[in-house]
């Protein structure tokens, strides 16, 4: 089947400094998937960071960038310099078109150091 | 205002009680999603909904009904609750089951003893 695996549960950055937040996937549905990375900001639902639907391109959102790479099968969320506003549990995800659900990792909890 | 709402927000039942979980959407989506969350897993889908009474299991359906009498509103539904039953769960919507952003409500955090 098809998974999505985030190695990092939790994450603790200082502020000002980057953040590489890994994700790979494992995809044996037909066809190459669609890949997204959602935040959970506290007491507040999922909700849409970035999306990249082609192979070896860039999503970027809010100074997050992640780039779709096929040959590796990752998709690893970066940013150059972190705020304290930026503490969130980070989730990487994939679908297929048509199949309309999402598969998720387990995510990865981002605190920010003063 | 693009909004899913879920109530109630936490839920403390005993086992074999009934639980009652709901969902809306303020977008008119065709398409709506309950999913849970464990600790140290990602979210599994529990069952979609295509529209309305048009209804699909996903991955883990077994002690889960829904119902969708409107388009804007999706129900889970767990009859006599059981303890491995406490999650988090999430209610989301789409445009259509092809369009990839899904909006997420906040969650129903359920505690079943």
């Known amino acids: 089947g098809d998974s999505v695996t985030q190695t990092e549960g939790q994450v603790t950055v200082s502020e000002s400094k980057s953040l590489i937040i890994n994700c790979t996937y494992s995809a044996t549905s037909i066809g190459y998937p669609n890949l997204f990375w959602y935040v959970r900001y506290p007491g507040e639902g999922l909700q849409l960071l970035l999306k990249?639907?082609?192979?070896?391109q860039k999503g970027s959102s809010r100074g997050f960038e992640a780039t779709y790479n096929k040959e590796a099968t990752s998709f690893h969320l970066q940013k150059a310099s972190v705020q304290e506003s930026d503490s969130a549990v980070y989730y990487c995800?994939?679908?297929?078109?048509?199949?309309?659900?999402?598969?998720f990792g387990q995510g990865t909890k981002l605190s920010i150091k003063p | 205002d693009m909004k899913v709402t879920q109530m109630p927000r936490y839920l403390i039942k005993r086992m074999g009680e009934n639980v009652l979980l709901e969902c809306g959407q303020d977008m008119s989506h065709e398409t709506m999603y309950w999913y849970r969350q464990d600790p140290g897993l990602g979210l599994q889908l529990i069952y979609i909904?295509?529209?309305?009474?048009?209804?699909s299991e996903g991955d883990i359906p077994k002690g889960y009904r829904v119902s969708r009498k409107k388009r804007e509103h999706f129900s889970l539904i767990l009859d006599s609750a059981k303890t491995n039953q406490t999650s988090v769960y999430f209610c989301a919507s789409s445009l259509t089951v092809n369009q990839d952003t899904q909006y997420f409500g906040p969650g129903t955090r359920l505690l079943v003893l």
């Open positions: 995800a994939l679908s297929f078109y048509n199949q309309g659900k999402l598969i």
């Open positions: 909904s295509y529209d309305v009474d048009s209804n």
């Open positions: 990249v639907i082609t192979a070896g």
